[in-house]
């Protein structure tokens, strides 16, 4: 029997939350039953469907502003009625599915592990294996194919209660994912000051010290910035230079041993060795003052006036734009003299893009709505954009003889930055054979994979990585609660540790702290979700 509101107690997020009725409003959140059968697009009367949703600041606040999904209403006789949050998207989320409010579905739900679980056990969202079969080809063909993917998006009790993101772009050590925080330095300050390039620890510290006091911008003023990032604001971070120093970390502080053991990072003594060397560098006055502080936009502003020595960043266009100022730093030797690089635990997998309410009437017109957004051109364009845009810049051109989308140049706008404009994002696959038949490349992309492949794969030591693993709900809340604690404990500490130093003396007090908020137990419970994945 379907559920006309949610009044049962749900578990969001890890909080508990009595339910309220809806108020102030006397329509549905979800949509009539059209009593829909043997759907086909485009559908001979045009319907509605009511999704919510979340979106970059950067995007018009009406989605179905964004061509992409105009031509998509278009394709399939189907309007969608957004409810689009461009800010505190998990908060107000969470209180919508409080309410009762709950519309046809979810789309970029952002949902973690733990809100999926509950949501199913609390009867939010249903399981979609049988759409996927009955009436889904594009991504019954993908899982097919791909069965690793279908394994990643299957919850413990064997359902499937989501819609994934996949996006290939490489494979192995060589995917676009394997290092995120790359380093970049300012090659025009080295060449004005006669510096070569730095290729280890120690050399790096002597260029920071050179461009902090010998006014490599050449204005006569000490306004250079040795080195910045964004403390723990992952490709921002400067945790790739931990990787010189051993085991190194990553934004999980886990990391897969060629034996298929998990390891935690934050521990050992390679990590300490590696905060103490942020420390000397900060007591010297090389790192920014607000590195542990400043925001994304404040970190842009400073990268567009050339003010960094040194900076991390995903991709430098996006920081201090698509020019020679900045290049590569190279992957250094720490104190034993060898190079290592630190592998993420990323891959473009997502298994939350889109989730189906309990009060969705439509499912067979909504499940094939969402297999739409699995076909190869429409997965292309959901992802990075579209083309024929009249008032803005374009990110494909068609080839009408090939019908390929083909990327055109980004001619120094910031990658990012547009994407979010034109994206509709969700669920979609691109898969690595997509390129050259249904698209192109990135240009953007292909240059990383490129930079990876010849300055990082070879020191990449590590065969596997973490992966998506799918725990069951009481892990996930064991989880979800040990992180709660820990991880700010952690994150807090390290800030400290690089401003005042003192990690040798309070190093034994830092681990015992630890193994209180449950690190054996988090190491217990990721080893068995690995191990349990691998078989």
């Known amino acids: ?220 003023e000490a306004d250079e910035i040795p080195l910045s990032f964004i403390d723990n604001g992952g490709n921002e971070d400067m945790k790739l230079l931990f990787s010189a120093f051993g085991i190194g970390d990553n934004d999980d502080h886990l990391v897969v041993g060629n034996d298929g053991k998990v390891d935690f990072t934050a521990d050992n003594p390679e990590y300490k060795e590696a905060i103490n060397y942020f420390n000397d560098m900060y007591q010297k006055g090389l790192i920014d003052t607000e590195a542990f502080e400043h925001d994304w936009n404040g970190y842009i502003a400073k990268g567009k006036e050339a003010r960094y020595g040194v900076y991390f960043t995903w991709d430098k266009a996006n920081v201090t734009g698509d020019n020679d100022t900045y290049d590569l730093l190279p992957v250094l030797s720490g104190p034993t003299g060898e190079k290592h690089i630190t592998r993420t635990n990323g891959m473009g997998f997502s298994r939350d893009r889109f989730v189906i309410t309990s009060e969705n009437k439509n499912l067979e017109l909504t499940a094939k709505w969402i297999d739409a957004m699995y076909e190869p051109s429409q997965s292309v364009q959901n992802n990075w954009g579209t083309y024929g845009e009249e008032d803005s810049q374009n990110i494909f051109e068609l080839d009408e003889e090939t019908n390929m989308l083909k990327h055109l140049p980004l001619t120094g706008t910031s990658p990012g930055e547009l994407r979010q404009k034109t994206e509709a994002s969700g669920p979609l696959a691109i898969l690595n054979d997509y390129y050259g038949t249904v698209t192109t490349m990135p240009e953007d992309a292909k240059w990383r994979l490129e930079i990876l492949k010849e300055n990082f794969v070879p020191y990449v030591t590590n065969d596997f990585i973490y992966p998506r693993v799918f725990l069951t709900l009481e892990n996930a809340d064991r989880i979800a609660k040990i992180d709660a604690d820990m991880l700010p404990y952690l994150n807090r500490k390290r800030a400290e540790w690089i401003i005042n130093g003192n990690i040798d003396t309070e190093w034994e007090d830092y681990l015992k702290e630890l193994e209180s908020f449950g690190l054996s137990e988090w190491l217990e419970i990721k080893q068995e979700g690995y191990d349990t994945f691998k078989e």
Not at 126 to 143: F, T
Not at 152 to 168: C, Q, V
Not at 187 to 198: Q, R, S
Request: proline residues 5%; charged residues 25%.
């Open 1 to 220: 029997m379907r559920k006309k509101k949610v009044r049962n107690l749900v578990l969001l997020s890890g909080l508990t939350i009595m339910l309220l009725s809806a108020c102030g409003s006397t329509e549905e959140a979800f949509t009539e039953d059209y009593e829909l059968s043997n759907v086909t697009f485009p559908l001979k009367e045009d319907v509605s469907l009511k999704f919510l949703t979340q979106s970059s600041p950067l995007a018009p606040a009406d989605p179905n502003d964004k061509l992409v999904f105009q031509r998509l209403e278009e394709k399939t006789g189907v309007h969608i009625d957004w409810t689009n949050y461009q800010s505190d998207f998990a908060e107000k989320r969470n209180l919508d599915i409080a309410s009762g409010s709950l519309p046809d579905g979810i789309f970029n739900a952002a949902a973690s592990d733990y809100d999926l679980l509950s949501w199913a056990k609390n009867g939010v969202i249903v399981p979609v294996n049988d759409l996927v079969d009955q009436y889904m080809p594009n991504l019954k063909k993908i899982y097919e194919e791909n069965p690793e993917y279908k394994a990643l998006a299957t919850a413990p009790d064997g359902n499937m209660y989501s819609f994934p993101w996949i996006e290939e772009l490489g494979s192995d050590k060589e995917s676009i994912h394997t290092v995120n925080d790359m380093a970049w330095i300012n090659v025009d300050w080295l060449n004005n000051l006669g510096l070569e390039m730095p290729q280890t620890t120690d050399e790096l510290i002597t260029v920071l010290e050179a461009f902090k006091t010998q006014d490599p911008n050449g204005n006569g």
